[in-house]
C-alpha cells in the first residue's frame, strides 16, 4: 500500500476554460489534509485528477515519489485511492448491500454470491453509524427508500469498503446532520491511526 502522493503544478482546462492552473498538494499516510478555496478555485478539479474521473492536461503525480497517472476511477482504486463525491453514485432500485459491494462480491464454493458474507460485512459497515439513521436501515433496504443523508453515508461506507489508504471526501458533509457529521470525524480520527490519509475538499 502506498505511503505518499504529490500533486505538482496540475493543469486542467476544458476547451478553453482553465479548471486548474499550478495546483500543488502532498498527503502522506497517517495525515488529514483540507483543500480550501472560493467555488471554482479548482479544488474539486484536484480530486478528480487524483482519483482518475478527469486526466490531467499538465504537471505531475507522484505515488511514493514515483510518477504515475490514473486514466480511469478504477485505475485510482486499483491505487488505493477512494473518493466521495457529494453527488450520488448509487443505483436506487438496489439494495444497500448490492450498491456497496456491486462487481465486488465474495463468492462461495460454487462460485456463487456469499449472501451471508455480504450480509455481515454490509452489518459492519453500517455498524460505524449505528445510532445516526433516522430509518430502520439494514442490508436489503432499498437505496430509493433512505432520505439524502443516508444515502451520503452509504456512498462513504462503500468508498471505505475497497479499505483504501487515501480517502478523499469530496464535500461530503453537505447533506449530513450534526450527529452524522460528528460520527464521521470520529471515524476520520480511526483511519489516520489506522495509517490512512484523508483529504478534505
Do not use: C
Not at 476547451?15 to 498538494?25: C, F, P, R
Not at 474539486?44 to 499538465?58: A, C, E, F, R
Not at 497517472?69 to 438496489?94: C, D, H, N, W, Y
Request: aromatic fraction near 6%; avoid cysteine; proline fraction near 5%.
Amino acid at each position: 500500500m502506498a505511503e505518499s502522493l504529490s500533486a505538482r503544478s496540475i493543469v486542467k482546462h476544458y476547451g478553453g476554460v482553465v479548471a486548474l492552473s499550478d495546483g500543488n498538494l502532498e498527503v502522506q499516510a497517517r495525515e488529514v489534509v483540507a483543500l480550501i478555496g472560493a467555488n471554482g478555485s479548482g479544488k474539486s478539479t484536484m480530486s478528480k485528477v487524483i482519483n482518475g474521473v478527469v486526466v490531467l492536461d499538465g504537471g505531475q503525480l507522484l505515488l511514493d515519489g514515483n510518477p504515475t497517472r490514473f486514466p480511469s476511477p478504477q485505475a485510482a482504486k486499483t491505487a488505493g485511492i477512494a473518493t466521495v463525491f457529494q453527488e450520488l453514485s448509487l443505483i436506487p432500485r438496489m439494495t444497500v448491500a448490492e450498491n456497496i459491494w456491486l462487481t465486488r462480491e465474495p463468492l462461495n464454493a460454487l462460485g456463487q454470491v456469499d449472501r451471508k458474507t455480504v450480509k455481515a460485512r454490509t452489518e459492519e459497515l453500517l455498524a460505524l453509524f449505528e445510532g445516526t439513521f433516522k430509518t430502520g436501515l439494514h442490508p436489503d433496504t432499498p437505496i430509493a427508500a433512505l432520505p439524502p443523508d443516508e444515502k451520503q453515508i452509504i456512498e462513504i461506507l462503500k468508498a471505505i469498503s475497497f479499505d483504501p489508504w487515501l480517502v478523499i471526501l469530496d464535500e461530503a458533509t453537505a447533506s449530513l446532520d450534526s450527529r452524522q457529521v460528528q460520527r464521521l470525524f470520529e471515524l476520520v480520527k480511526k483511519w489516520k491511526e489506522q495509517g490512512k490519509a484523508i483529504i478534505f475538499v
